[in-house]
């Protein structure tokens, strides 16, 4: 089996598997998932930022055994990092207006996983006091939001694969950094299932759906490793994109929906040892 038919096979249990899974959730979601949904972000934050610093940076920056240009570096990790940035600007001005809120009183932030995934207006739907055509709309936006999201993830993974072509299931830091975009993509497939489901949708088909907001991430993958594989110049802009992609994951997404959907110093902690658990997978 060819390097680029392992890489598609890798990137498709990351990002549809994970989205899917995430569906699969979110049909039997429980109230009291906060906390784990929680330190499972933290401990993926954890992770990607050992993954990427002590990984994708360090190897854009000394690429083939030689010093890169420290500047082209910073400018693909401003670069990634601006494009994630947007994309995500854009998912919630597409999305938040989309399901009105129960009364002027009701918050606006994400501060717990029923927020975060609407699932908190799933009784005020269910009573008939709204539309459920509002949510099911929702849901579709939702799922074509992450599915554009998911491409720049997508190309995180490629671009970490694409070092080592030669050995692909060799490469830890590829290898785990598909697992834990696998494990954030869970909650991302909440979001999109939750809204589809309550909005009149069956649950197999809203799970299907889901998972194939996933998709994307494997056209993203496919997209990096080539640009990786071009030569030196090229690695170095696509791993430094890559780094810059997920250090907004990581700090732009992860931890701040980690801290507000369990206000402890647990989340820290745990995100500390996603970090040593990095460190131990890519150097042991």
């Known amino acids: 089996m060819g390097p ?40 993926a934050a954890g992770v990607m930022t050992a993954v990427v610093c002590f990984d994708l940076l360090t190897e854009a ?28 600007a854009w998912i919630d001005k597409a999305t938040n207006h989309e399901i009105a809120h129960i009364d002027e009183n009701h918050p606006k932030t994400a501060d717990s996983l029923k927020e975060l995934t609407h699932a908190d207006h799933l009784y005020e739907h269910m009573r008939g006091r709204q539309p459920r055509s509002g949510l099911f709309l929702a849901g579709l936006v939702m799922a074509a939001a992450i599915a554009l999201h998911n491409v720049p993830e997508g190309m995180v993974i490629g671009s970490s ?96 929906e980690s801290i507000l959907m369990w206000k402890s110093k647990l989340p820290a902690a745990v995100a500390i040892l996603g970090i040593l658990t990095g460190l131990i997978i890519i150097y042991l």
């Open 161 to 256: 694969f694409a070092r080592t072509a030669d050995k692909m299931l060799a490469n830890r830091g590829g290898l785990t950094m598909a697992v834990v975009i696998g494990l954030h993509n869970i909650p991302e497939g909440m979001a999109v299932a939750v809204p589809l489901i309550s909005g009149g949708m069956k649950k197999w088909r809203s799970v299907g759906v889901t998972a194939l907001s996933g998709a994307p991430t494997v056209i993203g993958a496919v997209l990096g490793f080539l640009i990786g594989t071009i030569g030196p110049t090229a690695l170095v802009i696509s791993l430094s994109f890559a780094s810059g992609a997920m250090l907004y994951v990581v700090f732009g997404e992860l931890l701040p």
């Open 61 to 88: 920056l000394n690429t083939e055994g030689k010093a890169s240009n420290v500047w082209m570096v910073v400018c693909g990790v401003i670069a990634g990092f601006a494009l994630i940035a947007l994309l995500n």
């Open 4 to 43: 680029i038919w392992i890489l598609i096979g890798i990137t498709a249990l990351a990002g549809i598997g994970g989205t899917g899974l995430g569906g699969a959730i979110a049909c039997l979601f429980r109230k009291d998932s906060d906390k784990t949904v929680s330190l499972l972000l933290s401990f």
